[in-house]
C-alpha cells in the first residue's frame, strides 16, 4: 500500500502560482511513476503531468499544462510536487496526485494504483 497526501492547493489569482506537493508513505514510493490529475466541476478527471521513478526521470504534461508547469519529485523525501505558473481560471479543479507501478507515465487512471484525497485549485479571474 502506498498512501497520498496532497497539500499546497488554495485560491490564487490569474497569472500567480502554486506549488503542490505530494507526501507519500508506505510502500518503497521511489519505485511508482507519479502522475497529477485534475478534476473540473462537471468534468471527467483528467491527465495533468507525470514522471517516472528512475534517477533519471522522464517527464511528460497534458497540452494544457505544458510550458506552465513543472512536476518533480524527490525520493529521499518521499514526496513529489507540480509547481504550476501563469494559471488560469480554467485550471480551477481538485488536483489529486496518484502512483503506478509501471515504469512508464500513462495519462489513463487505470494504471494508477493509489489516490490521494486531492487537493483544491482555485483560480480567479
Known amino acids: 500500500q502506498v498512501q497520498l497526501v496532497e497539500s499546497g492547493g488554495g485560491l490564487v489569482q490569474a497569472g500567480g502560482s502554486l506549488r503542490l506537493s505530494c507526501a507519500a508513505s508506505?510502500?518503497?514510493?521511489?519505485?511508482?511513476?507519479m502522475g497529477w490529475f485534475r478534476q473540473a466541476p462537471g468534468k471527467e478527471r483528467e491527465f495533468v503531468a507525470g514522471?517516472?521513478?528512475?534517477?533519471?526521470?522522464?517527464?511528460y504534461y497534458a497540452d494544457s499544462v505544458k510550458g506552465r508547469s513543472t512536476i518533480s519529485r524527490d525520493n529521499a523525501k518521499n514526496m513529489g510536487y507540480l509547481q504550476m505558473n501563469r494559471l488560469k481560471p480554467e485550471d480551477t479543479a481538485v488536483y489529486y496526485c496518484?502512483?503506478?507501478?509501471?515504469?512508464?507515465?500513462?495519462?489513463?487512471?487505470?494504471?494508477?494504483?493509489?489516490w490521494g484525497q486531492g487537493t483544491q485549485v482555485t483560480v480567479s479571474s
Open positions: 496518484a502512483a503506478s507501478p509501471y515504469s512508464s507515465v500513462s495519462s489513463s487512471q487505470t494504471n494508477y494504483d493509489y
Open positions: 508506505g510502500r518503497t514510493f521511489s519505485r511508482y511513476t
Open positions: 514522471i517516472t521513478w528512475s534517477a533519471g526521470s522522464t517527464r
